[in-house]
């Protein structure tokens, strides 16, 4: 749970404190704090955001879906956000572990009972 992004793709006993700690409300409590007090005592603020979220602002405001990554990073740096993250990255190597287990998965499927069915989510935690 240390990783969850509260991204909604799974049920958590600890949901709940995850999305409150992600919601706009509780962004603009800590981006206002941060301006009040010095650097020393700011709290870090980093956002991941996902490929498919992109192509709706570029459409939105009619630009290349690679100027509308660097608007957004820009934006949310302009507020105060220290880092932004792209997760394209993480859902790659997602990917590529999932297949590597599936295909150990296949090959034992004859010595193991319970080696597939093999369930798998996209979690980008």
Known sequence: LSDCLACD????SEEGARVFQQNQKELFRILNLNKKCDTSKHKVLAVSIC?????YFAAKF???VNDAA?????????LGVHYVFD???AADFSI???Q????????RRNQEEHALPMFASACPG
């Not at 490929?51 to 192509?55: D, E």
């Open 51 to 55: 490929p498919q979220s992109l192509p």
């Open 9 to 12: 793709n799974c049920m958590t």
């Open 100 to 107: 590597r287990e599936f295909v150990q998965r296949y090959q």
């Open 87 to 89: 997760t394209t990255i």
């Open 62 to 64: 009619t630009l290349s």
């Open 96 to 98: 590529l572990e999932s």
């Open 70 to 78: 660097k608007r957004l990073c820009g934006f949310l740096k302009s």
